[in-house]
């Protein structure tokens, strides 16, 4: 295979990676660029050759980017964005349900919460200490 052959496979797969993210493709596309310098320096090299050296190449590509590029994003400014409930800890209300069972209910904002905690009379102040799932788990205020 000739060298714009590789310069054209390295530059599909790379451009590729624009259409169908996920970063297989493009290390894949690197592999070929590296194929495309080594014909470049040795065009005697045959087919089979170059074609193993590109497999070779994209699996070592691939697997070095799983093992150090992946779990390298920056923390979030926001990591409570999409975490409602975890998001009212902290928050003082009155019980609109009395908790009876363990179970009741309050209004924050404009929704209604299911709250756990300890048996509290309705119109008692409560304040919410934590989320599990969409529970809010409350405590009454002294």
Known sequence: MNTTAWAAIALVLIAAE????GAFLLWMGIAA??????????PSLGL??????FAALSVVAVLA?????RGRERPSDRP?????AE??????VSLDRAI???RGRVKLDDSYWVVSGPELEAGVRVRVIGA?????EVRGID
């Open 48 to 53: 089979l050759a170059q074609v193993v050296l």
């Open 100 to 102: 009876e069972g363990g």
């Open 33 to 42: 660029a590296i194929v495309w310098l080594v014909v470049l320096v040795a």
């Open 80 to 84: 409570l964005l999409n975490r409602r």
């Open 132 to 136: 599990n799932g969409m529970v809010l």
């Open 87 to 92: 998001q009212l800890v902290g928050r003082v």
């Open 18 to 21: 624009t259409f169908i993210p």
């Open 65 to 69: 980017y799983l093992k150090w590029g």
